[in-house]
C-alpha cells in the first residue's frame, strides 16, 4: 500500500512506570519529543535523521489506541477491499494536502474510525 516516507512504530511496554527509562532512551539515541498524543497515555517521538523517518510511539500494555491499530492492520489485511478503498483515499488525500500532514490525517479519520468500529465487533 502507498504510504507517505515515514514509518509509525509502537513499543509496548509493560506499564506507566516504564515510560521515563523508555524516553531516556529514546533521548539519548535523537529522537524528537512530540508530547502524550491521542489523551491515551501514547508518547510520541520523531527520528531526526534517519530515512525513512520513524516516528516512535510509547504506550502501556493493554493501551486502547495501540489495540485499535493493530484491528485496523488486522481487518486490512482481511480484507482486501476495504485496503483498497483506504489507498484510494491515501492518494486523494495525499493530492489534495501535499503540505499539510495534519489535515491528511484529520481527512482520513472517519474512515479509519468505521473500519476499527468494524474490525473490533468483528463485522465484515
Known amino acids: 500500500m ?3 516516507p515515514l514509518i509509525d512504530i509502537d513499543i509496548v511496554l509493560p506499564g506507566l512506570e516504564h515510560i521515563a527509562d523508555a524516553t531516556a532512551v529514546l ?7 512530540r508530547g502524550n498524543r491521542y489523551d491515551d497515555e501514547v508518547w510520541a517521538f520523531l527520528s531526526t535523521g534517519s530515512t525513512p523517518a520513524e516516528r516512535v510511539y510509547l504506550c502501556p500494555a493493554g ?5 485499535n491499530r493493530l484491528a485496523f492492520r ?4 482481511a480484507h482486501p477491499e476495504s485496503a ?6 491515501k492518494r486523494r488525500l495525499a493530492a489534495a494536502f501535499r503540505t499539510d500532514g495534519d489535515r491528511y490525517t484529520a481527512q482520513k479519520r472517519d474512515f479509519v474510525d468505521a473500519i476499527v468500529a468494524r474490525a ?3 463485522n465484515a
Open 2 to 4: 502507498i504510504a507517505k
Open 27 to 33: 533521548l539519548a539515541e535523537g529522537y524528537a519529543p
Open 63 to 67: 493501551n486502547g489506541t495501540h489495540r
Open 74 to 77: 488486522d481487518y486490512l489485511i
Open 84 to 89: 483498497s478503498e483506504y489507498a484510494a483515499l
Open 120 to 122: 473490533l465487533k468483528g
